[in-house]
């Protein structure tokens, strides 16, 4: 049973960088099916997808972060890694990490499973 | 971007009862290979969401009959024919058939 955990510091003051991890237990993130993304859940506006990275690492960000955001993966580690550069107030947010599933019969993709998620808070 | 837009926003129903969830889109999430790119998801409290129903009606592995979906083009209904009480929690429609890929704004489901 494939198991995602975000890690990374829950505290990040304004015009710094968020750097969030995500842990991948119980398989593998070498796999062509799969995408890893990030997602965030504020308050204000809910939940809002941010990118996407494939093993080959080839990415997709989400153009209203795009400027800020880069996501990598390490197959070694089995991890793939978020940064978000030049951080506001407005960048407060639970933060999730999740898998991506290729529908092998369309194009479409659905998150499962999910991270439990991370609260990154940015305050001086 | 594809904006989504569900109501209600809250609804509060009697265990056993029905509910039912709107979600409109700004633009068709039909695709050019026929399909629809329309998802359902339930986040309960202190959870991540998880998926309940993709392309618009095909239940997830594990989730009961109770739940269905429909629609098509841009208008899209969640069903729940009777509410149990673990199915109380947020619901947010989504679509994929084009980047960046967009929640709606949820649907808070709690017990009358």
């Known amino acids: 049973q494939v198991r995602l955990q975000e890690s990374g510091p829950g505290l990040v003051k304004p015009s710094q960088t968020l750097s969030l991890t995500c842990i991948v237990s119980g398989g593998s993130v070498n796999s062509g099916r799969y995408s890893w993304n990030w997602i965030r859940q504020s308050a204000g506006k809910g939940l809002e997808w941010i990118g996407r990275i494939y093993t080959s690492g080839s990415t997709n960000y989400n153009p209203f972060l795009k400027s800020r955001v880069t996501i990598s993966i390490d197959t070694s580690k089995n991890q793939f890694s978020l940064k978000l550069t030049s951080v506001t107030a407005a960048d407060t947010a639970v933060y999730y990490c999740?898998?991506?599933?290729?529908?092998?019969?369309?194009?479409?993709?659905?998150?499962?499973?999910w991270g439990q998620g991370t609260l990154v808070t940015v305050s001086s | 971007d594809i904006v989504l837009t569900q109501t209600p926003l809250s609804l509060s129903v009697t265990p056993g009862q029905p509910a039912s969830i709107s979600c409109k889109s700004s633009q068709s999430l039909l695709h050019s290979d026929g399909k629809t790119y329309l998802y359902w998801y339930l986040q309960k409290p202190g959870q991540p969401p998880q998926l309940l129903i993709y392309?618009?009606?095909y239940l997830f592995s594990g989730v009961p009959d109770r739940f269905s979906g429909s629609g098509s083009g841009t208008d899209f209904t969640l069903k729940i024919s009777r509410v149990e009480a673990e199915d109380f929690g947020v619901y947010y429609c989504?679509?994929?058939?084009?980047?960046?890929?967009?929640f709606g704004q949820g649907t808070k489901v709690e017990i009358k």
């Open positions: 392309e618009v009606s």
């Open positions: 989504m679509q994929n058939i084009q980047l960046p890929w967009t």
């Open positions: 999740a898998r991506g599933i290729l529908n092998s019969w369309s194009s479409g993709v659905w998150f499962d499973p």
